[in-house]
């Protein structure tokens, strides 16, 4: 069975970084998709990125394109999401979850919440100056 815990959220000033981690472990654990997602306060949950099995293709949401990276080391593993130009408005708990996937072309989080079926518990990431 897959678990996914996640870690490295914090505070953080306007223009800052910060590097998110997602360990996975149980069977198999480079065949699932993995996507972060994320929910502030008072919104509805969202996707930011997702990485497919082998780390061929990722995918971004508009919001986060050109700030954030999705990368992936089977060996660990891990995935991460390195998040740079941080702004208040990226204020959120940050989840990843998985999805079975070992011959997915390509991964989606776009209105996607539904097709993954193991989540991790969050990391709050807080962008304040």
């Known amino acids: 069975q897959l678990q996914l815990v996640e870690s490295g959220g914090g505070l953080v000033q306007p223009g800052g970084s910060l590097r998110l981690s997602c360990a996975a472990s149980g069977f198999a654990v480079d065949s699932y998709v993995i996507g972060w997602f994320r929910q502030a306060p008072g919104k509805e949950r969202e996707g930011v990125s997702c990485?497919?099995?082998?780390?061929?293709?990722?995918t971004y949401a508009d919001s986060v394109k050109g700030r954030f990276t999705i990368s992936r080391d089977n060996a660990k593993p891990t995935v991460y999401l390195q998040m740079n130009s941080l702004k208040p408005e990226d204020t959120a708990v940050y989840y990843c979850a998985a999805v079975w996937g070992p011959l997915r072309p390509a991964c989606t989080v776009i209105s996607a919440q539904g097709l993954y079926t193991t989540w991790g518990q969050g990391t709050q990431v807080t962008v304040s100056s």
């Open positions: 990485v497919t099995s082998f780390g061929s293709r990722t």
